[in-house]
């Protein structure tokens, strides 16, 4: 019997990839993460805070390679290596502009989306986009739906070069990556990647950047996505 090809590095968004409509972590998720990360490295790349793809690798029980922030953060455990790059004061001036026009960021006082926020700024998706746009440009910076907020962030940044920094950080080419990913602000990370896919929930601009995209949706997507690439299925 034929063996199976050596699994490639795998960088995976979350919302959206990992979860259900709901934003709850597929139950198939943990074993098949934790075997992967057996055999090569896994990296969460995410549009969230540092703190959230931290946690989750760390309640799954793999090592700490994390994306955070659209790329604006990046956190490798085996070299113990973090790196912040973007423009957070020019954010900061964006929220308060956008304050001052009348409008809230929509995630009430305590403002968990932006309480350890380094590099961005995450507005929720029911607040006004059209002047926060305008605002973000007066700036210097760019907005990016991700379908479940909008991110106010240096144009210049983005999970491609988050998970360049990583894969420079274990010592190995971004292109032998594979990704899955649902949203605009994975196009990057699934345009460098040697393989990748989109779920069938993707928003346009990922279903173009993706190599394949899935029958399945969300968590259903990302299995059949992740047992095709064990397949060595290009």
Request: aromatic fraction near 6%; glycine fraction near 8%; proline fraction near 6%.
């Amino acid at each position: 019997m034929a063996e199976s090809p050596p699994l490639p590095p795998l960088a995976v968004d979350i919302d959206g990839t990992l979860t259900d409509d709901r934003r709850r972590l597929d139950h198939r998720v943990p074993s098949l993460l934790r075997k992967w990360a057996d055999a090569a490295p896994v990296v969460v790349a995410t549009g969230k805070a540092l703190p959230y793809p931290v946690a989750l690798c760390e309640f799954l029980g793999i090592p700490t390679t994390v994306v955070a922030e659209n790329g604006g953060a990046a956190y490798v455990e085996r070299t113990d290596e973090l790196r912040f790059v973007g423009d957070r004061r020019a954010a900061e001036a964006v929220a308060e502009e956008y304050a001052a026009a009348g409008h809230s960021l929509g995630w009430g006082e305590v403002d968990l989306p932006n309480r350890w926020r380094e590099t961005e700024l995450a507005v929720s998706r029911e607040q006004p986009l059209e002047p926060l746009e305008g605002i973000a440009a007066r700036h210097g910076l760019e907005v990016v739906d991700t379908g479940f907020a909008y991110h106010v962030k240096s144009p210049d940044v983005d999970k491609a070069k988050g998970l360049t920094a990583v894969a420079d950080a274990l010592g190995i080419e971004v292109e032998s990556f594979a990704a899955i990913g649902d949203s605009a602000n994975d196009v990057g990370m699934l345009e460098r990647a040697r393989i990748s896919y989109a779920v069938a929930n993707a928003d346009e601009a990922a279903r173009e950047a993706a190599d394949h995209v899935t029958d399945g949706t969300y968590g259903d997507g990302f299995i059949e996505a992740a047992e095709r690439i064990r397949a060595g299925v290009d």
